[in-house]
């Protein structure tokens, strides 16, 4: 079965300091790969994503991901971390087997804070 | 171009009761997509709408049930609500070409928190 692993359930860097945030799938074919983050009592941003071609992916924000396959990762990066970045990030997986196309299989989030 | 907009934004009943939450998808998304958010875990796949029918449904128990109307919003009615029920309720919604895909990119609302007393 489809699964998203998020190891790190909270993180903290400082404001300016570099990010990376882990994503770890199970699935069988090629993947597509997404990362939301949401901030408190909001809904969910679409960051980036990834379906095919280059394995680093460019997002909103000043986000980045790369796609491992050898690792069935995709890790979230930022150089430089802002205040305003501080929120809950969430990987998917797009599903694709019977009775599910298009579902969206989440992991259970990071939640990022931020030191001044 | 408007997004994903949902109501109520919060919503109190008691168990045994019945709700109903309303999404309105993005202008020109077709397929609307329900997920639970229960307090500190990911968004879990409800079901899917396309084309006015169930396109696809998760692990959720039947009286977990929804509509979509002909101008793509969509109806999820949860009926003997249960306590385990509270969560935040979020609607995406995406355009389609078959029928809901993995590479459709979904949009999301901001979601109706329904607690259960």
């Known amino acids: 079965a489809q699964s998203v692993t998020q190891p790190d359930i909270h993180i903290t860097v400082s404001e300016g300091a570099s990010l990376e945030l882990r994503c770890n799938y199970s699935?069988?074919?090629?993947?597509?790969l997404f990362w939301y983050v949401q901030s408190p009592g909001q809904g969910l941003q679409l960051l980036l994503k990834y379906f095919s071609g280059d394995t680093l992916v460019q997002g909103i924000k000043g986000f980045e991901a790369e796609f491992k396959r050898s690792q069935s990762s995709f890790n979230l990066r930022k150089p430089s971390v802002h205040w305003s970045d501080a929120a809950e990030y969430f990987c998917a997986v797009g599903a694709n087997y019977g009775g599910s196309q298009g579902n969206l299989i989440f992991g259970k989030g990071t939640k990022l804070s931020v030191k001044p | 171009e408007t997004g994903v907009t949902q109501s109520p934004t919060h919503l109190i009943k008691t168990r045994g009761q019945q709700v109903t939450l309303r999404c309105s998808s993005q202008?020109?998304?077709?397929?609307v997509s329900w997920y639970q958010q229960a307090l500190g875990q990911g968004p879990q796949f409800i079901f899917q709408y396309y084309r006015e029918e169930e396109n696809g449904r998760g692990n959720f128990p039947p009286r977990f049930s929804g509509l979509q109307f002909p101008n793509y919003s969509s109806e999820l009615n949860v009926n003997a609500l249960e306590l385990d029920d509270s969560a935040l309720y979020l609607c995406?919604?995406?355009?389609?070409?078959?029928?809901?895909?993995?590479?459709?990119?979904?949009?999301f609302g901001p979601g109706t928190r329904l607690t259960v007393l």
């Open positions: 995406a919604s995406s355009k389609s070409l078959a029928g809901g895909s993995s590479t459709d990119t979904q949009y």
């Open positions: 202008s020109g998304h077709n397929t």
């Open positions: 699935y069988g074919a090629t993947p597509y």
